[in-house]
């Protein structure tokens, strides 16, 4: 069964800070790995989806990379603002078709 | 506008007494599925579907039933709701191809079971 680790839970940075946020899995039988944004109360924006054939990804001050054979991916997040305050998720989807979830990176930018 | 709705968005109910949480996406998604949220342990997967008519369990379907007898609706049914089923209830969306497509997530559904 894959397991979907996130780290670190929390996260406090001043604002205009580069920060990295990390995600590993335990099989690399995925199809696709997918970073979600979730603030209190609501539920998950897509921010980037990586294909398993990919490195990585880009979108605006975000960029998400994917090392299939070491079951890693990072999330970057370039010159942080107060509004990227909120919990990011990471998902893979597996080849059974199944999603998995980690347990979120809790962040916090200080004006 | 494209979206994945659910209702209703808040519900407290008692042990026992049937109830159904409702779904609907106006994407033309073939892939939908549950998911619960809970404090610690994440969003897990509850059961999916990848058409209409077929449906397959997630990680921790015990106590729930899904059917999908339109592309459009995947409705929850907590036959006889427990107080550990009080979560944080989300569905979601997908074209059924699995490398290049998104999920997309309604708003969730707060459910207490007293």
């Known amino acids: 069964k894959q397991e979907v680790t996130q780290i670190p839970a929390a996260l406090s940075v001043p604002e205009g800070e580069n920060l990295v946020l990390n995600c590993s899995f335990t099989?690399?039988?995925?199809?696709?790995l997918q970073w979600f944004r979730q603030d209190p109360g609501k539920g998950l924006t897509s921010l980037l989806l990586?294909?398993?054939?990919?490195r990585e990804q880009t979108s605006g001050r975000l960029n998400a990379s994917l090392d299939k054979s070491s079951g890693r991916s990072t999330l970057y997040i370039a010159a942080s603002q107060p509004g990227d305050s909120a919990t990011y998720l990471c998902?893979?989807?597996?080849?059974?078709?199944?999603?998995?979830f980690g347990t979120g990176t809790s962040l916090t930018v200080i004006p | 506008e494209a979206q994945v709705t659910q209702n209703p968005r808040y519900l407290i109910t008692v042990t026992g007494k049937k109830l159904t949480v409702t779904c609907s996406q106006n994407?033309?998604?073939?892939?939908m599925s549950w998911y619960r949220q809970d404090p610690g342990l994440g969003l897990r997967q509850i059961y999916y579907?990848?058409?209409?008519?077929?449906?397959d369990k997630g990680d921790v379907p015990e106590g729930y039933k899904v059917s999908r007898k339109e592309k459009r609706n995947f409705p929850l049914i907590l036959e006889s709701p427990s107080p550990n089923q009080t979560s944080l209830y989300f569905c979601?969306?997908?074209?059924?191809?699995?490398?290049?497509?998104?999920?997309?997530f309604g708003p969730g559904t707060r459910l207490t079971v007293l």
């Open positions: 979601a969306s997908g074209q059924r191809e699995t490398t290049y497509n998104e999920q997309f």
């Open positions: 099989d690399s039988a995925i199809y696709n």
């Open positions: 990586i294909q398993s054939s990919q």
């Open positions: 998902a893979v989807r597996d080849t059974g078709n199944q999603f998995y």
């Open positions: 994407m033309n998604h073939e892939y």
């Open positions: 579907s990848m058409n209409v008519e077929v449906t």
